[in-house]
């Protein structure tokens, strides 16, 4: 069974860094891409980053290009998304969600989300 | 970007009633569209991927159909566990974006 599962929110002040993790098992997760998603409370879902199985093709979305890194460790079967410079707008629900391998853009299954508030 | 206009944002059916959500991209996407429901408090599931695609274990109730810019998602039956939130997403290109969300409420 797919299990992907997030850790790392928290509440954090405007300004301030935190680092999400997304553990998976159930799947080979080095043969697989990954996406961060986010909902901010009580809104729809917004695409926020994308990482291939190798880490060489990397994308953001522009209102978190330069504050936010993706990164992996396949070693660990582990995801994660360092985010910086936070404001009160990154205030979400991040979800790690994984894409078929047949296609990298798409997500087929997602973690039950961390939520991350950003304190003013 | 490749803007996703679903409609409509809000519907109240029966159960039993057939129910059709719209989605539109802002230019064409071929079938590179997904659809996912989401219950409150709950992860976003996968149902529908290349328009018409179902997702294992989604019931048959739930079918998809459409090409280019114009998409739709249909239950055929609606059952009482249907009662949630539904959006599209086109896959065809980063940024991948989302449709602002059908919610689907109890009559």
């Known amino acids: 069974e797919v299990q992907l599962v997030e850790s790392g929110g928290g509440l954090v002040r405007a300004g301030g860094s935190l680092r999400l993790s997304c553990t998976a098992s159930?799947?080979?997760?080095?043969?697989?891409?990954m996406h961060w998603v986010r909902q901010a409370p009580g809104k729809g879902l917004e695409w926020v980053s994308y990482?291939?199985?190798?880490?060489?093709?990397?994308y953001y979305a522009d209102s978190v290009k330069g504050r936010f890194t993706i990164s992996r460790d396949n070693a660990e079967n582990s995801l994660y998304l360092q985010i910086n410079s936070l404001r009160a707008d990154d205030t979400a629900v991040y979800y790690c969600?994984?894409?078929?391998?047949?296609?990298?853009?798409?997500?087929?299954?997602w973690g039950q989300g961390t939520l991350v508030t950003v304190s003013s | 970007d490749i803007q996703m206009t679903q409609s409509p944002s809000s519907l109240s059916a029966s159960v039993g009633d057939r129910v059709t959500i719209t989605c539109r991209a802002s230019?064409?996407?071929?079938?590179?569209l997904a659809w996912y429901q989401q219950k409150p408090e709950k992860a976003p599931k996968s149902l529908i991927y290349?328009?018409?695609s179902l997702q294992s274990g989604v019931p048959s109730r739930f079918s998809g159909t459409g090409s280019g810019t114009d998409f739709t998602l249909t239950i055929s039956s609606l059952q009482p566990e249907d009662f949630a939130t539904y959006y599209c997403?086109?896959?065809?290109?980063?940024?991948?974006?989302f449709g602002g969300g059908t919610k689907v409420e109890i009559k």
């Open positions: 969600a994984r894409a078929p391998q047949e296609m990298a853009t798409r997500v087929d299954y």
């Open positions: 159930g799947f080979t997760f080095s043969s697989y891409s």
């Open positions: 990482i291939n199985s190798r880490s060489s093709n990397i």
């Open positions: 230019q064409g996407i071929s079938t590179w």
């Open positions: 290349k328009a018409s």
């Open positions: 997403q086109q896959y065809n290109s980063f940024p991948l974006t």
